[in-house]
């Protein structure tokens, strides 16, 4: 019988932890580091594949994602080695999509021809902005002109290319976003990755926010229009909502993402990655030991994981409907049903249908436009018992 997360399919995350700046807004595992001993790093990752692939062996390999920090700072030899080990250790799909984000700023054409021959075949780029005053004010230490070039080169590089834009920035109003919408749509790019400026703890912006000093923020209505202009833009210009923040030209979409999204199984290796792993049978929450140098001496040991816990059913059905509710296909309701061991219906589920925020069509539970820009009072009114 067939195992869930086969529903998904199965994945590999890669995390490089270190960046030449640390962006203000930013909340991920990445820190800035003097020097790097990029073979004492390479010999860590390859080891962890190994402990990880003697776990999942015959599975086959679907996409492999690079992700940081900026993973466009590693030795191309680092990222070849691990995709040659990758393809002794699994069985691959014959079309194998692999991964690498990068920053206009860490590039040249020179490295990213390297990078595509060690195995790299799409690049995910953190553009940000296309003006330079809001790259400055978002820590960013490339250029417009620099994205541009770093841009096209990629496009030249490899077969698919993707960029992500934050919007809702400060002073940005409704039509300087739509005019800068207009000009990444014309860059003939296949995906994109559209995501609105969120203030975390923790981050130099968060700390600006406590003390009053990060100002023109925009309000919830205008925050609302941008998210609504960013829909209707982008898929009358053949660049569907596949999922709530991305669009992607039909084909295009990102399978590793889709992987998380569509609640299959991936393993994760480098500092903080998070798994979500299968085992004779259950399923596991997996995190790694968060600091660099912590994972670092960890993972020469052979115990680079923090956490292995396993997830019970209803937990497993809880987080099936967290991520594919995002998603424009929805969720299997027989697979929640198989999960969670109840259908989901009820009260709750008739009122969200009344309002016309969610359908139910073919078994699939599907969160409509209007509802997308709510999904978060959704997801709460489908998972309060």
Known sequence: MAEDWQNGGFGLYIHWPFCQAKCPYCDFNSHVAREIDHARWLSA???????VAAETQGRVLNTVFFGGGTPSLMKPETVAEIMARCRRLWPTSNDMEITLEANPGSVDAGKFMAFGQG???RVSMGIQALNDRDLQRLGRTHTVQEARTAFDIARHTFDRVSFDLIYARQDQSLDAWTSELNEALSMAVDHLSLYQLTVENGTAFGDRYA???????PGEDLAADMYERTQNFCSSRGKLPYEISNFATPGSESRHNLIYWRYGDYAG???????????AGQRYAIENWRAPAKWLNQAERGNAESLREPIDFNSQATELLLMGLRLGEGVDLRRYQSLSGHKLAGPRVDKLLEHGLICIENQRLVVNPAGRI????????????
Do not use: F, M, Q
């Not at 990752?45 to 402990?51: A, G, Q, T, V």
């Not at 003390?211 to 923020?217: A, C, D, I």
């Not at 480098?270 to 085992?279: F, N, S």
């Open 45 to 51: 990752y390859l080891s962890e594949l190994d402990r």
């Open 119 to 121: 195995g790299i075949n």
């Open 211 to 217: 003390r009053g000093k990060l100002r023109g923020l």
């Open 269 to 279: 290796i480098g500092p903080g990655a998070h798994a979500r792993l299968t085992l």
């Open 374 to 385: 709510l999904l978060n009072s959704v997801l709460t009114e489908l998972l309060v018992e």
